[in-house]
Every structure is written in C-alpha cells, then in structure tokens.
C-alpha cells in the first residue's frame, strides 16, 4: 500500500502507517531534494571516517592523525588530542596512513578510535572526551576498522591480517544510570562544544603566556627546574590495555573492515583480496570463510539485519551477499569503474554508494535499478571542490588536471534521513587535501 493510500485512510480512523512505509517514500524522495553545503577543513589531509555524535555535531578522522569534532552549524572545529603508546615504540612503516575508523559503543558512553600510533587502539569517555585507556601489544600495522559487540567488547581489524577483541573497564560508566543521568546522544551539543572549545582556548593561552615569558626571561636564570613547570600543567592519565582475543585470517591480507552480526552473534572480516572470514564471537572459533565475487580493492562492508544482506564494496562493483548463505545474491556495477566504492550505507531499500571518482549514487532495490532525475538520466550527486594543496607532487606529476574529484570515504545518514554528511578527499595517494559536506 503506497503512502498515498494510508494518508487516505489514515482520515477514517485508520492506524498511522509503519515506519518502514515512511521510511521506504523518504529514502527515495529525498536524494532528488538533497542541496549540498561544504565547509572548510583548513589544511587537513583526506578526512577518512565520520560519526555521528548529536544531532549538530560529527566525530572525524583523517589522513593526517587528527580526531576532531565538527559542528554541523557552525563550521566549527574542536581537536581532540590523540593518545600516545606508553611503551611500544613507533613502526617505520606507519608514516602518513593516519586514523581509519570511529566507533561509539551503544549506549553512546564510549569512543573507539586509533591512537598517536596507527596500529594502536584509543578510547575516550564521552561527551567530554576524557582519555580511557590505550590499547597496545596486539597489532603490528594500521588499524582499518573499529565495531563494538555491546558496550563492554569490541573488535578491531588490521592490516596484519588480524582481527582482535578488546574488553574496555569504565568504573564510572559501568553502574547504571539513574533517570537524570544523560547518555552521549542525549546531552546538550551546543554545552559540550562550547566546553571543548574553552578548553582549547585555555591550551593555546596557556602555551602563548609560556612563549611570552620565555622570551622574556632568555637571558636571566630560571628560578625553577623544567620538572617544576611540567608539574603544573593538567595532563589526564589514561591506563594501558591489551586484547583479550586475536585471530589472524588464515586466507586474506589486509583487514579492511569488520562487522558484528547481532542475531547470529558472528564476527565477519573482510580482506581487500575479496575474502569473507566469519567467526562465532564466543572465542572467535571460525565458523567459515567464503569469496566476494570481486578481489580487487574490498575496502567496504555493512550488514542490514532487516533484509539479511551484506554489501561488499570493490573496485567495480557493490556485491549483496545472503547473510546465512554467504553466497551472492546481485552484483551492483559501479557507474565510476575503477576508482572503486568507498563507502556503502542502506536506508529503507535505496542502497547509497560513494565512489572514489566523488560520486553519490543510489541504487533502488525494490525496482531493480539505480534511481533517476526527472530527466531520466541517472541520479548522480557530485561532491564539491573541497580543498588541494599544490605542492611538489601536485606540481610534478597533477597540474596538468584542472579539478580533482574528492573521492566519498565515508557517508552517514541521520536518524531521519533528511540530512547526509559525507567526508572525504582526493584519492590519490600523493595528493594533500581535503572535503567534507552536509546535504540537507
């Protein structure tokens, strides 16, 4: 029954229709509606994940090993300081490849995230960011992925080609909340930016009256030792953890991305040569391992419960695999073969695609076919100029190029539907830049 049909009935007393009705019309409608907003990142490197964190405010990461928040409204800002390892010391490898994955637990109380070190874990309290813990000793290459079990466990995977289950203690998160008490997607935003910016604030004056005094006083004797004066400055401590489980994927290479399969309690890894690993989580026995249809350049995989599919991104296309079969079920060609999906989300039965050419596309299940404009053609969102850095490599090997499209590393919806955040950059490796938008 179309929509039309229940807000017809709906005048004689018949019940509001279902969510998945309203939800079905809003996925298709609102791609023709969507109107792109940019903001400016400054000088940030390829922004390479997104979460949501409030209803104005999203939790990034890039390139270039910066975690910040950024406020839908204003445009604004704040960085949140990475964690540093206690004891491990850094890769030589680990140069440039920067923070690939966020993750907020459930009940929206904790952050999972990469570390100073890419191949180390950090975790944040929220709303107030405090630092928790650093999770070292496991992974020896980039973290790819990040996915939460429940409140209490998550995983991650890596380039080594492993995956691990971490257990995170939070003493003041653990006793249940009482009815006053407000969780991270519940608390004021604009109250929590404006904290996090006055903190910021106070770093940046408290290091330039510093820089003063020690301008000041270069040629006289300093009254106290450089112990004394780091004393004084508020560092928070957060503890060190190790993983309580790790397994390594016995045919792929490179973890790409992982997710946790709630109603089967199963763990699946996808490997970037086109490898689907699936474990039981109790003890991460391996349940079976089964082929994407593509093996070249998996980056992406999500799972929708609803309609018991995977989708796996590859360089050409969008494979939906059977989620208790893991076989495949429709192949979806990329309209930008060759530069790859980078990104996959679905909403109702439109499947989102964001490709590495800076492509939105939207591929409508129940017809069989990606959706159009009005004029027929094929319904393409483009992403904007973002910004480029010309420096060397850009100069030697790209100038010749006038525009560069920003490829879509990452896209969310909001609980909604009518708002989509995509973030991303240029898909060169070589290349220095940036992007991020709010289509609304």
Known sequence: MSVLDYTQRRLYGYRAPPDKILLNYASRKMPLLFDEREYHMGTLNKVFTAQWLSANQVVCATKCNKLFVLDLKTGKQVFIP??????????GNMEHCGIHSVAINPSGTLLATGGEEPHNLAIYRLP???????GEGTHTDWIFSITWLDDKFLVTGSRDSSVAVWEVEDSIQSAKPTGTE?????????SCLEQLHKQQAAQE??????????????????????????????????????????????????VRAVVYNSRSEELVGLTSNGYLNVW????????????????????????????????????????????????CALNIPSKDKGTGVRSISFRGDVVTMGTGAGSLLFYDLRA?????????????????????????????????????????????????GVRLVTVGGPLPAGLWGNYAALWS
């Open 368 to 416: 069989g076919r990606f959706m159009d404009c009005n004029c027929g053609m094929t319904l393409r969102l483009r992403t904007g100029e973002g910004w480029l850095r010309h420096d060397e490599m850009y100069q030697e090997f790209f100038s010749d190029q006038d525009h560069f499209p920003n490829a879509v590393y990452s896209h969310l919806y909001d609980d909604t």
């Open 128 to 134: 107030s960011f405090d630092p928790l813990h650093i």
């Open 82 to 91: 990475t964690l540093q390892s206690r004891s491990s010391p850094p890769l």
């Open 182 to 190: 407000k969780s991270c997607r519940q608390f004021d935003p604009d």
């Open 280 to 327: 039981n989580v109790k003890g991460l026995k391996e349940v079976c391992t089964a082929s994407a249809p593509f093996s070249r350049e998996n980056t992406s995989l999500i799972l929708d419960l609803d309609k018991r599919l995977y989708a796996v991104g590859s360089q050409s296309h969008v494979s939906l695999m059977d989620m208790t079969a893991m076989k």
């Open 205 to 254: 004056n408290e290091e330039e009256q510093l820089h003063n005094q020690a301008a000041q006083n270069s040629n006289v004797e300093q009254p106290h030792s450089l112990a004394d004066q780091e004393s004084s400055v508020n560092i928070p401590s957060y503890s060190t953890i190790q993983a309580v489980l790790t397994k390594k994927c016995c045919l792929g290479e490179k």
